[in-house]
């Protein structure tokens, strides 16, 4: 079982900067991959970024490429997203989750079980 807390949404303008973090609980952290999606008011849940076991791997959607980066610290069971140049359609509640299943790196939500219970995040024109 892992229990996933974010942290570090707020209101920004346009342009700024914002860093997501994500806590978990349990000793088996590295043995999941990590993933963060966000929600939209009236939209269905999207993949953002990903990152493997090790964090080695990284991946990301191709409407925040070059923008955010994604992170991770086995040491500390945390994984962050550190969102530069943000727009006001980055607007959304930003979900952490945990899992490894086939699909991960493509933002496939089944291949996730385990999920936080989201920060806002919202971006002023």
């Known amino acids: 079982q892992v229990q996933l807390v974010e942290s570090g949404g707020g209101l920004v303008q346009a342009g700024a900067s914002l860093r997501l973090s994500c806590a978990a609980s349990?000793?088996?952290?590295?043995?999941?991959?990590m993933g963060w999606f966000r929600q939209a008011p009236g939209k269905e849940r999207e993949f953002v970024a990903a990152?493997?076991?090790?964090?080695?791997?990284?991946y990301y959607t191709d409407s925040v490429k070059g923008r955010f980066t994604i992170s991770r610290d086995n040491a500390k069971n945390t994984v962050s997203l550190q969102m530069n140049s943000l727009k006001p359609e980055d607007t959304a509640v930003y979900y952490c989750?945990?899992?490894?299943?086939?699909?991960?790196?493509?933002?496939?939500?089944?291949?996730?079980?385990?999920w936080g219970q989201g920060t806002q995040v919202t971006v002023s024109s």
């Open positions: 349990g000793r088996t952290f590295s043995s999941y991959a």
């Open positions: 989750a945990a899992g490894g299943g086939s699909g991960y790196s493509r933002g496939t939500m089944n291949a996730y079980d385990y």
């Open positions: 990152i493997s076991r090790s964090g080695g791997f990284t």
